[in-house]
């Protein structure tokens, strides 16, 4: 079974530009999570999507960042313009249910972002 | 709110030594806790969680942790250290009615194991 994918792996962008990050989660999993983790920090809760559905996304930093999930399959996030404090790791995770006993949230590998 | 906080950023053991990775949380609910592993070039992987059941808690690669209400602590420890050890760990807290949904991270700690 594939688990949470993510890609690019890596994004050098200047500062300005448009970048879109895509998480394919594993198949079946309703919920899906991104995180974000600037440089020696703490990974920080972005946002949660019950199927196409924001569940929550209180953690969104601003408006230049868009997260979507149509279909409620894969999930973008698109940050416009990027600035140089949106480099950092982000991370998708994606799970079954959400806070049952045998429930575990699956990460992927993150896309490391550097706005230059 | 909920915090983590990890003591150390990174730490250094002998191969065969102990591995004591120290996690201490603020919450004002009884908490879930977990500890989280990234391996180089992979993503997070869960090594265990407390859910409020045995408060010590046994996860893979002989790894355990133990609840510690009276500490607010959830300190990872393995008895000894193997080279496939190094990584990096994170501790994180959720609160039980919010479960996976928003888990609160530590800053990690990097685990380096000498021969």
């Known amino acids: 079974e594939a688990g949470v994918t993510q890609f690019p792996s890596h994004s050098v962008i200047e500062k300005g530009q448009t970048v879109t990050l895509r998480c394919d989660p594993i198949s079946g999993h309703d919920n899906l999570y991104w995180y974000r983790r600037v440089m020696g920090k703490e990974i920080k809760f972005l946002l949660h999507?019950?199927?196409?559905?924001?569940?929550?996304e209180s953690g969104m930093p601003n408006n230049r960042f868009l997260a979507e999930r149509t279909g409620g399959t894969y999930s973008t996030l698109k940050v416009q313009p990027a600035e140089l404090e949106d480099s950092g790791v982000y991370f998708c995770?994606?799970?079954?249910?959400?806070?049952?006993?045998?429930?575990?949230?699956?990460f992927g590998q993150g896309t490391r972002l550097t706005v230059v | 709110a909920q915090s983590v906080t990890q003591l150390g950023s990174h730490v250094s053991v002998s191969e065969g030594a102990l591995v004591l990775l120290r996690c201490n949380y603020s919450?004002?609910?009884?908490?879930?806790l977990f500890w989280y592993v990234q391996y180089p070039n992979q993503g997070l992987q869960l090594l265990l969680k407390y859910t409020s059941a045995a408060t010590l808690v046994k996860g893979i690669n002989g790894f355990e942790a133990e609840f510690k209400k009276s500490e607010t602590s959830f300190h990872l420890t393995k008895p000894s250290a193997h080279m496939s050890d190094a990584a990096e760990y994170f501790c994180a807290v959720s609160d039980p009615n919010t479960g996976f949904q928003k888990l609160v991270f530590g800053t990690g700690t990097r685990l380096l194991v000498s021969p």
């Open positions: 995770a994606s799970s079954l249910g959400t806070g049952g006993l045998n429930t575990e949230a699956f």
């Open positions: 999507f019950v199927k196409e559905s924001k569940q929550d």
């Open positions: 919450s004002s609910v009884p908490p879930y």
